[in-house]
Structures are given as structure tokens and as C-alpha cells.
Nanobody, 130 residues
């Protein structure tokens, strides 16, 4: 199992930016970012297939959020710009061994990809308010 340690997050005004960081103890082919608000399912917002450095961003955050990796540090990032109140949620990173075929399947319904992942970070709260 891969252990994931998250950092970043916090409170920011609308229009602001935050960066989430997720450091893994071991390598996993697929890593992603998910978010959850009380009473709702955990939804996928960004996923990265690390061997090819290809990624997919959910339409709800496309153009504002960027997922990236630092292979040398085994670290995943989520750069969040132009934050909106509706981005307020608990954010989680996740990791799982996968193939490119798995990745292609996940991005067809990124919002429901959480069931594929078994290794999760502890979560970090992001609050967007004025």
C-alpha cells in the first residue's frame, strides 16, 4: 500500500489561488485529486497517468485547476486558480497501480473514479469565502 501525505489547502477569497501537495511513500501509476462536500459522494476532479505524464481535468474545474507531478520527489500537485465558493470542499489525493487502459477508462467518468483507488491521503479542507 502507498501512504500519502497531503499539505496545502486552507481559506482563500473568491478568485484566489491555492496549491495542494501530495507526497507518496512509493510509486503508483495513477494518482488523482478528489473532493467531497458533506452529504455528497467523493468526486474526481483530476487524474494523472504518471508513466506518460498524461492527465485529465473535470469540466467543473478545467481551465482553473492543473494537476502535475514531480517524479523525483514522488509528489503530486494540484494548482487551483480563480477559486469559486463552490470549490469549497475536503480535498483528497489518491493513488493506485494502473495501466493506460485503466486510465482511459477512468477518465470516461472521472467524477465516479473514486471506487478504483485504494490508497488515500488524509484530506485537506479548502474553503473559499469572502
Amino acid at each position: 500500500r502507498v501512504q500519502l501525505q497531503q499539505s496545502g489547502g486552507g481559506s482563500v477569497q473568491p478568485g484566489g489561488s491555492l496549491t495542494l501537495v501530495c507526497t507518496a511513500t512509493d510509486y503508483a501509476d495513477c494518482m488523482g485529486w478528489f473532493r467531497q462536500v458533506p452529504g455528497k459522494e467523493r468526486e474526481g476532479i483530476a487524474i494523472l497517468y504518471r508513466p506518460n505524464d498524461v492527465s485529465n481535468i473535470d469540466d467543473s474545474v478545467k481551465g482553473r485547476f492543473t494537476i502535475s507531478q514531480d517524479n523525483a520527489k514522488n509528489t503530486l500537485y494540484l494548482q487551483m486558480n480563480s477559486l469559486k465558493r463552490e470549490d469549497t470542499a475536503m480535498y483528497y489525493c489518491a493513488a493506485e497501480q494502473c495501466t493506460l487502459r485503466d486510465y482511459d477508462g477512468l477518465i470516461r467518468d472521472l467524477g465516479r473514479a473514486s471506487g478504483f483507488f485504494h490508497d488515500w491521503g488524509q484530506g485537506t479542507q479548502v474553503t473559499v469565502s469572502s
